[in-house]
């Protein structure tokens, strides 16, 4: 999502797209090494005891690594766990400057700012994102950063009324998007929250019924239902229904990228 919003063209998204499917695959192979802790069965060896009872399910795969692995290899191997915890973390940064940049600096700070100071603005920004982060892993609880972890999904998901089906309809009102998603957000919130902080299953009690589901969709119907009663209440306002900016030529991908896909962009996130 961040990807797409922050994106400068439609060739962006489209070779990005393209290079997904690989990355998937990659995870699914990372995903396997949980499957061999467990036919190994390293969480019932002595020696590692201490640590599982520390960091429970967390230590699977590093038992795993010195179990199966010379001493030298080891190093090798959690050298690379912690490099791959540095690239997701970089991309993400990069991703959210870049956010940032197109779409408040650029539309409504300094609108007639250069390429170049666009890119610079997007380094200061990135710089910042990552010191804020340093300092939120060192100086507060590691148990914070879990609950964002639960909760970022949670919230991300909110923006699919506005910007994924807003690419399709006119219908909804852009208040009453504001609204669901406000709505999406709490709902979402409270039910991480209600199970303290420790799952983002939610078990929804239902008649005598419990359906236990992923917190996200629960919330997110919420934002649904929320924006599909306002929108026909709010339309019949004529200040609410805001602008649309767009023009045809902006949804034909055999159309050459111009400089009001950053506008595309903007609107999308407004």
């Known amino acids: 999502m961040t990807g797409v919003l922050s994106a400068s063209s439609r060739t962006v998204i489209e070779r990005n797209a393209a290079y997904l499917p690989a990355y998937s695959f990659m995870l699914g192979l990372l995903a396997l090494t949980g499957f061999m802790a467990v036919a190994v069965g390293v969480d019932k060896l002595p020696e590692f005891a ?29 050298a690379a766990i912690g490099i791959g915890g540095l690239v997701p973390a970089a991309i993400m940064s990069i991703a959210a400057s870049n956010l940032f940049t197109r779409n408040i600096y650029m539309h409504f700070i300094r609108p007639d700012c250069t390429p170049k100071q666009e890119a610079q603005n997007a380094k200061i920004v990135s710089l910042v994102i990552k010191f804020g982060a340093l300092v939120f892993i060192i100086f507060l609880p590691l148990q914070y950063a879990i609950q964002l972890q639960l909760l970022g999904g949670i919230w991300i998901s909110q923006t699919i009324p506005a910007v994924i089906i807003g690419l399709y309809t006119r219908w909804f009102n852009p208040w009453a998007l504001i609204v669901g998603w406000g709505a999406g957000l709490v709902a979402g919130t409270w039910m991480v929250a209600s199970l303290g902080f420790q799952s983002a299953v939610f078990p929804l009690a239902v008649d005598g019924l419990t359906v236990p589901g992923y917190a996200a969709l629960y919330a997110l119907a919420i934002n649904f239902v929320v924006s599909i009663v306002l929108s026909p209440l709010l339309n019949r306002i004529p200040a609410t229904r805001g602008s649309d900016k767009t023009q045809p030529s902006d949804y034909h991908s055999d159309a050459a990228p111009s400089a009001s896909t950053t506008d595309q962009v903007g609107l999308a996130v407004k």
């Open 50 to 78: 201490p640590q599982f009872a520390q960091y429970k399910s967390n230590f699977a795969v590093p038992a795993l690594i010195l179990h199966s692995f010379p001493d030298w290899f080891v190093g090798v191997a959690f």
